[in-house]
């Protein structure tokens, strides 16, 4: 059973920064693609980051600010946001698969996300 689990959440005021993590455990898997996305209230769900072994995506609305990354020896994914908006404000989840996808759905393996608040 694979399982993701997020943590970093929280918190901050705008301007902030907070770094998101998502731990991939479980029987042994090594994604090829590992993906962030977020939903807001009464938003759909967006993709803001998705990396493989050698490239990265992001959408131009978050590459400025968020650098997503991984670490293959912990089987881990990162989201590192900076300069935080009122308007990111949202629940953010992961992804993982076998390909990159800019639709949550189409993951095979997804968490149960971690709330991002910000504070004007």
């Known amino acids: 059973q694979v399982q993701l689990a997020e943590s970093g959440g929280g918190l901050v005021q705008a301007g902030g920064s907070l770094r998101l993590s998502c731990a991939v455990s479980g029987r042994t898997f090594r994604p090829l693609c590992m993906g962030w996305f977020r939903q807001a209230p009464g938003s759909e769900r967006e993709l803001v980051g998705a990396?493989?072994?050698?490239?990265?995506n992001q959408p131009d609305s978050v590459k400025d600010r968020f650098i997503i990354s991984r670490d293959n020896a912990k089987n881990t994914v990162y989201l590192q946001m900076n300069s935080l908006k009122p308007e990111d404000t949202a629940i953010y989840y992961c992804a993982a698969g076998s390909g990159c996808f800019a639709k949550w759905d189409l993951y095979a393996y997804r968490g149960q996300g971690t709330q991002v608040t910000v504070s004007s």
């Open positions: 990396i493989t072994w050698s490239s990265t």
